[in-house]
């Protein structure tokens, strides 16, 4: 029977997201900003840009004050820090009075990383390193460890597991497939559309689909996903947008970061960075869980390709 459709899904321009357990960390704040500001409202996007830019300034702000800085309302200002992570406004205050403290300490340098076309490689090669370690903090920082931790346990328990990914999101299914393979587990990964649903119509409760989208929005990899999760496979979405389409169908969402785009950086890879880490805390977690089969698959498969690796004698 087809498992009903998330209810969190209905209102994507305004999305409702309860607060965590606890607040974000300051440091944590302005990752979720980059996150989730393509997704929020105009209106939403003035406020949450105004406390990443300002924190100093906004944390001296009340509701009111910040609603008339920003040109829109108190209830604008709260649906925002709620969306953020905080319970409410004077929890949002503290967190960029907390912010505000670090990057005065030098912790929080502000670079330009537009890379220009006459720029030196030098100065390329510092932009990229820069703005990959940003996109690599902003991602742990926003990452949900409870979603991250479910993920794992349906993937150390799979009897099977499909990925799905188009384009660079279909090298880093591949990358997270193989690494499931080395240490024992069933993987697959598809690129092919059609090849993806005739897949997952295969699928059932015990399984594992995952979907890699960065905009969320991909048709040819939300499909397998919904079959995926419409037989009862247990479903997950890696995406840079957390109310986009795929998370309709997805029982579990790991959020990406998102660095800003530009012409010489486009979208494919300012995702794949962060990708390629959530994947990597996915293995590294499945690995732990399933540890007793997982070390012996490994050294049988480096002892299986060292012969490979070893210098030929020439004759």
Known sequence: MTRNVKETFEDAKAPAVPPPASPPAPAALAAKVRTLAPSMTRSMQRVAEAVAHDPAGCAALTVTGLAEL???SEATVVRTARLLGYPGYRDLRLALAGLAAQQQSGRAPAITTDIAVDDPIADVVAKLAYDEQQTLADTAAGLDTAQLGAAVTALAAARRTDVYGIGASGLVAQD??????????????????????????????????????????????????????????????????????????????????TSRETELRPAAMSSRTSQLLVVDCLFVGVAQRTYDTAAPALSASYEALAHRHRSTPRG
Do not use: C
């Open 70 to 72: 920003t040109g829109t």
């Open 176 to 257: 997270l497939t193989q690494k499931l393979l080395r240490i024992g587990l069933i993987a697959h990964a598809h690129s092919d559309p059609h090849l993806a649903v005739t897949n997952a119509v295969q699928l059932r409760a015990g399984d594992v689909a995952i979907a890699i989208t960065h905009s969320g929005s991909t048709g040819d990899v939300i499909e397998p996903l919904r079959v995926a999760f419409e037989h009862g496979a247990t479903t997950i979405a890696i995406t840079g947008r957390p109310d986009s389409p795929v998370t309709q169908y997805a029982d579990h969402v790991l959020t990406t970061a």
